[in-house]
């Protein structure tokens, strides 16, 4: 006959409340919920959306400091194609300003969000977009998927903590 193997075996099962507690704190969860885990307001979902449209507005400007604004100053970019990230504002300030090159025309840029969710001072925003561009006198055209971590700062205004994109290998359009 074989022997059962039980986890608990020699422990008393008035414990496994507090064992059931500590798993949960160990993942990160709050058995009760609190203020600070509340399910994104309505408000919320409309200022994310509202900073999406707004950056894509700033690249449309080619105002470096407005696109900039829209991130946290630990923020992360996590290009496509498997380039290396980007870690924090000023990392990312010289990844797409470089001062060797002239900056990034954009001619177009569409954001269509299709979620927003989170709960706390942290948003996921998922989307699909277009980008029509020029660089280093070269135009290109591509589509694609994003994928936002906004963190609210201590202002209540949410910022961009983490930024992910996936595309196909831009097309080079020709010259009309």
Excluded at 18 to 31: D, E, K, N, T, Y
Aim: glycine residues 6%; contains cysteine.
């Amino acid at each position: 006959m074989s022997k059962s193997f039980s986890l608990f075996t020699g422990t008393s099962w008035s414990i496994l409340p507090f064992i059931s507690l500590a798993f949960l704190s160990a993942c990160g969860q709050q058995p009760n919920g609190s203020a600070s885990e509340a399910a994104l307001t309505e408000a919320d979902k409309l200022a994310i959306i509202e900073k999406c449209n707004s950056l894509a507005n700033a690249w449309l400007a080619g105002d470096k400091d407005r696109i900039l604004y829209h991130y946290t100053w630990d923020a992360v970019l996590i290009p496509h194609h498997g380039e290396e990230q980007i870690v924090g504002r000023d990392a990312i300030n010289r990844y797409w300003f470089n001062p060797l090159y002239s900056p990034p025309k954009v001619n177009r840029m569409d954001n269509n969000v299709l979620e927003v969710t989170g709960s706390g001072n942290y948003a996921f925003v998922r989307g699909r977009g277009m980008l029509d561009y020029e660089f280093q006198n070269v135009h290109y055209s591509n589509t694609g998927n994003f994928f936002h971590v906004f963190r609210r700062n201590n202002n209540g205004d949410w910022e961009i903590f983490r930024h992910i994109w996936t595309d196909p290998v831009p097309q080079q359009k020709q010259a009309q």
